[in-house]
């Protein structure tokens, strides 16, 4: 079975309260759903959600970034090793919030990349254009570029990752590419992928920005397009679960 994969981003949201009720409520509906799904926590949660999650495989856990060093003096930083502690399958890398607010660039992006598949944490890797970026006719060259750091560095182990398309106009905007949009997008990453490794058709490559309820299905129906990273709709229980159902019914038998 080929599943989707759907992946929460709760950026810095939650409490242990809210994040126990979100939880307990997505383990509940996810029951009998055809999809690979995790939720990425805040670094303080992951302990909680390490607890909550031991003894089932519906759901994993994820983080949302991590340290390009090793260890050492590195004030408040957490590097990949001590997330591995704590259960984690999944860490986003190069979100274009840490992009945009903390001065991360694509060689850092690359480096993260590294220490997480050095870990044994699968990186999702954002990649994703401006609006005006692609005003000017600039998305392709955008992304290519992104891509192309993480390649450099990490070589052939680029099929070890998730590759995420959010463009950035789209990010808790309300904006959403269109099914089309996303697809040219997700059909040049993929051509890409394919000129650095042969295992590139089995590299999941995720749409994000504003990915919601209703618009999730014909989204997850394009060929390219094998899962969504979801943030503002990761939230609410209801609106993940429907997410996850469009996944779903995506599902196909390989
Ligand atoms: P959004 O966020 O779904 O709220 O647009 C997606 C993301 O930033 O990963």
């Known amino acids: 079975m080929q599943k989707k994969l759907i992946v929460g981003n709760w950026k810095m949201n939650g409490s242990l309260a809210a994040n126990q009720a979100l939880v307990r409520g997505v383990l509940d509906g996810l029951k009998g759903l055809q999809v690979n799904a995790a939720v ?10 390490q607890a909550m999650l031991q ?16 260890q050492g003096a590195y004030t408040g930083e957490i590097s990949a090793d001590m997330l591995r502690e704590f259960g984690i399958r999944y860490v986003i890398v190069g979100h274009s919030e840490r992009r945009q607010y903390h001065g991360e660039q694509d060689p850092h992006v690359a480096l993260k990349v590294q220490r997480a598949l050095h870990a044994g944490i699968t990186p999702i890797v954002c990649v994703g254009e401006t609006l005006a970026e692609r005003r000017e006719g600039r998305t392709e060259e955008v ?13 052939h182990c680029i ?20 099914p089309e949009e996303a697809q040219q997008v ?5 051509k890409q992928l394919k000129a650095a490794t042969e295992q590139a058709q089995r590299i999941a490559i995720v749409y994000g920005g504003s990915m919601n309820a209703s618009n999730a299905l014909t989204l997850l129906k394009q060929p390219d ?30």
């Not at 099929?159 to 269109?178: D, H, K, Q």
């Not at 094998?226 to 390989?254: N, P, R, Y």
């Open 40 to 49: 990425c926590a805040p670094n303080v949660y992951l302990p909680q959600m």
């Open 55 to 70: 003894d089932q495989r519906a759901l994993d856990l994820g983080a949302q970034d991590v340290s390009l060093h090793e």
């Open 143 to 155: 992304v290519k570029r992104q891509l192309a750091a993480v390649i450099h560095v990490n070589g």
């Open 159 to 178: 099929s070890e990752v998730v590759l995420a398309y959010e463009p950035v106009w789209a990010i808790g905007t309300g904006l959403t590419a269109t």
């Open 186 to 190: 997700h059909s040049v990453l993929r």
């Open 225 to 254: 397009i094998d899962g969504g990273l979801i943030g503002g709709a990761a939230l609410k229980v209801s609106d993940f679960l429907a997410i996850m159902a469009a996944a779903s019914q995506c599902a196909t038998a390989s």
